[in-house]
């Protein structure tokens, strides 16, 4: 018995209701991807599957559209699955359970799916329906965006996308079109150390109580970074007592800003090192006081017998932590409070014979971005180390001028009375790989409300769905 079939747009709860029949957690794609093709088949639309299973499904112009230019639908087919304690579903077997309660559909016990479902059905209830206006309609369902946009990154041939007009459905907020987002990469710096026996104390310094958070969206927030506060510290201590590095060690992805961090040294002179964490520890406290008023610094006796880097290497990595550049780089000038080039120095390590720094850089701006590695590279190369960027993916440049947006623009506030919110962020979304695959693609990136995602209380919103399938087929309609 279906649950959603009572529900307007009959074709887009329908076709939401059987993909949420099939499990498509990230890396658990290939039914959904299949399924998929089974649609286009059944329809004799043209398709295509890659080895990720990604599809691509097409839908030749409808009657007075042939000579529109093609225009794009995209999402994505992966969703996070998460569920509540007491919930015993499979969720890499089982299809989920779905309901509704008032103005808004959920899945019991577990997450819905909402992102990026709803895409994938307003996608595929277009190319099914006839009588519908469009110009030649290109279907695009990445997988595995949920963990790195690897669907996106790995899409190798786009040769069938003749288009460079796209709808990216994959925003959560009605009345928000998404118009700009950064590119970004891992630059990981290692730099080599040298090891020699030096006598003294071994003290463990810890920078911790931070706040920590998302480094694209909350760059912005004056957080500490207990990594680049360590290094503050460290060479702060090396002004006043003679000290060895042993090891240092803080954050857990680059992409985090880092709340904890600590270093192993070695002195002659313990009583000044604590004098001076003590300093430091009232000076954080007071510059930090609005946004991490628990951060400390302490310093203690501790029983490493590891031996310690010699004063050149130890030298040299106090001076990259203390020199390297970090957070906000570059404002946007078109869109005011917009973080256009940041990066983060997520996580520091230590092994015998060298230490690593991973930068997670962004930019909307591709030539920022690369400015960035340029710089830590030559920083890492002026202290006998290299770099390695890994992960490198495009950011999505605003456009100054956009047909697309301001189509949108015009049929939203026809249909809702005001104008949408024109909103660009500091993160990584699949519109970016998407123009650095698409040369001169206009994007725009919207969708239906959908509260607390990725969380088993997950709400679709049926009243917004339906606004938002009036305002694409409108959309579609003046796209002659």
Not at 188 to 198: F, G, N
Not at 300 to 329: H, Y
Request: net charge negative.
């Amino acid at each position: 018995m279906s649950i959603l079939e009572h529900l307007e747009p009959k074709g887009v709860f329908h076709f939401f209701e059987e993909l949420c029949a099939i499990p498509h957690g990230s890396g658990n794609t290939k039914a959904i991807s299949d399924w998929l093709m089974d649609f286009a088949r059944q329809r004799n639309l043209e398709a295509y599957q890659d080895s990720l299973n990604n599809v691509v499904i097409i839908k030749e112009a409808a009657p007075g559209y042939e000579s529109a230019a093609p225009v794009i639908l995209q999402g994505h087919v992966d969703m996070v699955c998460e569920k509540a304690p007491d919930c015993e579903k499979d969720m890499e077997t089982e299809g989920l359970d779905l309901a509704v309660e008032g103005d808004t559909v959920y899945a019991r016990g577990t997450t819905l799916g909402g992102d990026d479902g709803i895409a994938v059905a307003m996608a595929l209830a277009i190319l099914d329906a006839d009588g519908i206006p469009h110009p030649r309609l290109e279907a695009v369902f990445t997988v595995d965006e949920e963990i790195g946009m690897l669907g996106a990154v790995g899409m190798e041939d786009v040769s069938m996308l003749k288009g460079r007009r796209m709808l990216n459905l994959d925003s959560e907020m009605e009345g928000v079109f998404t118009v700009s987002c950064a590119g970004g990469n891992m630059t990981r710096c290692t730099l080599p150390v040298e090891r020699t026996p030096y006598a003294g104390k071994t003290l463990t310094i810890t920078v911790g109580g931070l706040q920590g958070g998302h480094s694209g969206v909350e760059i912005d927030k004056g957080l500490g970074n207990a990594n680049m506060l360590l290094g503050r510290v460290l060479y702060a201590i090396s002004q006043q007592a003679e000290l060895r590095l042993v090891e240092v060690r803080g954050g857990l992805k680059d992409n985090a800003i880092p709340r904890e961090s600590s270093a192993t040294v070695v002195t002659n002179a313990p009583d000044a090192v604590f004098a001076v964490c003590r300093r430091l520890d009232q000076q954080l406290k007071n510059e930090y006081r609005a946004t991490d008023a628990a951060v400390f610094v302490s310093a203690a006796e501790s029983g490493s017998g590891a031996v310690p880097m010699d004063k050149a290497s130890t030298q040299r990595i106090l001076c990259f932590l203390i020199c390297a550049p970090n957070g906000i780089q570059a404002m946007s000038a078109d869109i005011a409070g917009l973080v256009q080039t940041s990066l983060n120095l997520g996580v520091l390590t230590t092994e015998a014979s060298a230490v690593s720094a991973s930068f997670c850089v962004r930019s909307s701006v591709e030539s920022q971005k690369q400015m960035l590695v340029e710089r830590l590279t030559c920083l890492t190369e002026t202290f006998g180390g290299s770099t390695a960027v890994f992960g490198d993916y495009s950011g999505w440049e605003y456009l100054p001028d956009s047909p697309l947006r301001d189509l949108l623009v015009e049929v939203f506030t026809e249909q809702y009375g005001h104008a949408p919110k024109i909103e660009a962020i500091h993160a990584g979304v699949e519109c970016g790989i998407f123009s650095g695959k698409l040369p001169g693609l206009d994007c725009v990136s919207m969708g239906p409300d959908l509260t607390e995602i990725h969380t088993c209380r997950e709400r679709l919103h049926i009243a917004s769905t339906q606004r938002l399938w009036a305002m694409v087929l409108e959309t579609l309609k003046r796209m002659k």
